[in-house]
């Protein structure tokens, strides 16, 4: 089984900066590819980032392109998505989400992901 924590979502203003973590444990993310995910209230949660095992490929939704980064530490099970030029529209719970994966492959897709975590809130003020 594995356990995801995420840590770092707070109040910000808009155009602040942001980096968010997400700790797995349980078992080596190796082989696993990573995501992170977020829902607004009344809204549908959407996909936001996600990077390989390897590090070797990410890919980011439309709205966060060239604004977020996804890195990873896997020597420390970790996960990161770095925010800049945070938006009020970018509030949301943040949730870090895994799954087994082949070597450089992403995933988009909320519904083929095996673990998620609580989520952290990241509340974006105007």
């Known amino acids: 089984q594995v356990e995801l924590v995420e840590a770092g979502g707070r109040v910000v203003q808009a155009g602040d900066s942001l980096t968010l973590s997400c700790a797995a444990s349980?078992?080596?993310?190796?082989?696993?590819?990573m995501g992170w995910f977020r829902q607004a209230p009344g809204k549908e949660r959407e996909f936001v980032a996600s990077?390989?095992?390897?590090?070797?490929?990410?890919d980011y939704s439309d709205s966060v392109k060239d604004r977020f980064t996804i890195f990873r530490d896997n020597g420390k099970d970790t996960v990161y998505l770095a925010m800049i030029g945070l938006k009020p529209e970018d509030t949301a719970v943040y949730f870090c989400?895994?799954?087994?994966?082949?070597?450089?492959?992403?995933?988009?897709?909320?519904?083929?992901?095996?673990?998620w975590g609580q989520g952290t809130q990241v509340t974006v003020s105007s």
């Open positions: 989400a895994a799954r087994l994966a082949y070597r450089g492959e992403v995933d988009t897709a909320e519904s083929r992901y095996e673990y």
């Open positions: 990077i390989s095992w390897g590090s070797s490929r990410t």
């Open positions: 349980g078992r080596s993310m190796n082989n696993y590819a």
